[in-house]
């Protein structure tokens, strides 16, 4: 009889281990996938990296650097290189915030942080010439972004 009860607490026990084991492993894959998952901070940081390359190519290629400014003091006078070179770089920008967009629109860049990120963008986007946005515009396909940005930038 002894024995009996030893091999029914035996099998409860393992029982209990088996459970425990399972309910750890789901605990370690659920953290697992938080870890992996991007959060609003995680956006932020990585908007703040790539405008930090945005500016550090700037500073790095003074050409660039000079190109930009012509073409915010003149953008006809641009020649074909020029220009080509000035979209190059100003479709970085505008890349960027598409990204934002697509991070806000997908609910991971949260309401206050999307609203901060998109008022500077709309800023920036509206120092620089019309044609950086105009000629940049094709590169795009998210109907929602394009027009977003049309009624920031352009007024329409």
Do not use: C
Not at 42 to 66: C, K
Not at 93 to 113: K, N, R, S
Not at 140 to 150: E, I, K
């Amino acid at each position: 009889m002894n024995k009996d009860r030893f091999q029914i607490y035996a099998s409860l026990a393992e029982i209990v281990s088996a459970l425990a084991i399972i309910i750890s492993l789901l605990y370690v894959a659920s953290e697992f996938r938080r870890a992996e998952t991007l959060t609003s901070r995680g956006v932020d940081s990585i908007l703040f990296e790539r405008t930090a390359e945005s500016n550090a190519m700037l500073v790095e290629s003074p050409d660039l650097a000079d190109v930009v400014i012509a073409a915010a003091r003149d953008a006809d006078a641009l020649s074909e290189t020029d220009r080509l070179r000035y979209l190059a770089y100003q479709h970085i920008f505008f890349d960027i915030w598409e990204m934002a967009w697509v991070y806000h629109e997908d609910g991971i860049l949260d309401e206050e942080t999307w609203g901060e990120w998109d008022m500077w963008f709309v800023a920036e986007a509206k120092r620089r010439p019309d044609f950086s946005w105009t000629e940049s515009r094709r590169h795009f396909t998210g109907q929602d972004f394009l027009r977003h940005v049309d009624q920031s930038v352009l007024g329409e």
